[in-house]
Nanobody, 128 residues
Framework: QVQLAESGGGSVQAGGSLRLTCAAS????????MAWFRQAPGKTREAVAT????????YQADSVKGRFTISQDNIQNTLYLQMNSLRPEDTGVYYCAANYRSYIDLRQPLTRASYNYWGQGTQVTVSS
């Protein structure tokens, strides 16, 4: 099974950029549906974006459209989240998530329960 480790978080001012990295080990990310989630203080964990792939959900939160880009490097076995034009409301802990392709019920809303494998998270703080 895959192990995930996020990095790249930090503190930035509004309008700045960060690139988050999720390094996978133990298995190839190409076998999984991959996604980024985030959790703000006092709020539930929410999906930010998924990587489009066969048997995987396609999703990007309305609040990040046009600003965030998810990508994957299968050779490096790494998932990325490029975040531009950051806003204070983007503050939170960002998590990388994975589940085997075809294991996610595409008829159901995308939630934390849709994914079985998680990283430890990386903190993103955006100040105004």
């Amino acid at each position: 099974q895959v192990q995930l480790a996020e990095s790249g978080g930090g503190s930035v001012q509004a309008g700045g950029s960060l690139r988050l990295t999720c390094a996978a080990s133990g298995d190839s990310v190409s076998r999984y549906c991959m996604a980024w989630f985030r959790q703000a203080p006092g709020k539930t964990r929410e999906a930010v974006a998924t990587l489009a792939a066969e048997y995987c959900p396609t999703y990007q939160a309305d609040s990040v459209k046009g600003r965030f880009t998810i990508s994957q490097d299968n050779i490096q076995n790494t998932l990325y989240l490029q975040m531009n034009s950051l806003r204070p409301e983007d503050t939170g802990v960002y998590y990388c998530a994975a589940n085997y392709r075809s294991y996610i019920d595409l008829r159901q809303p995308l939630t934390r329960a849709s994914y079985n494998y998680w990283g430890q998270g990386t903190q993103v703080t955006v100040s105004s």
